[in-house]
């Protein structure tokens, strides 16, 4: 019992209740809103990344996913998850191949 009410309060940074009487208990495990607030700041950050692409992107059509990754410091997977979230919000479409062809950026 002791591991368990440790580790709730480690991990939602608050303690279980304990209630009870003489045939009867409740045990309340109050629970701390961080999470959703971790989400929120993940969700912020790729936000600010798919802006700093756009922004490479217009600058620089000819951008590859390299070169998008070596510019954030991301890997080359890394860049085409934004890159493709582009495409899938329709801010961006390849036009020509991989190596010889450039982004077309919509506003």
């Not at 709730?8 to 208990?25: E, H, L």
């Not at 991301?74 to 979230?85: T, V």
Request: aromatic fraction near 10%.
């Amino acid at each position: 019992m002791r591991g368990g009410r440790h580790g709730w309060k480690k991990q939602f940074n608050a303690s279980p209740i304990v209630d009870g009487d003489f045939d009867w208990y409740k045990i309340t495990f109050p629970f701390n809103c961080s999470i959703i607030k971790t989400t929120n700041k993940t969700t912020d950050k790729t936000t600010d990344k798919i802006k700093i692409v756009f922004n490479l992107l217009s600058k620089n059509p000819h951008l590859t996913a390299v070169d998008i990754g070596n510019n954030l410091g991301i890997s080359e997977e890394g860049a085409r998850y934004y890159l493709s979230k582009l495409k899938n919000q329709g801010r961006i479409k390849r036009k020509g191949s991989k190596k010889t062809g450039e982004w077309i950026v919509i506003k």
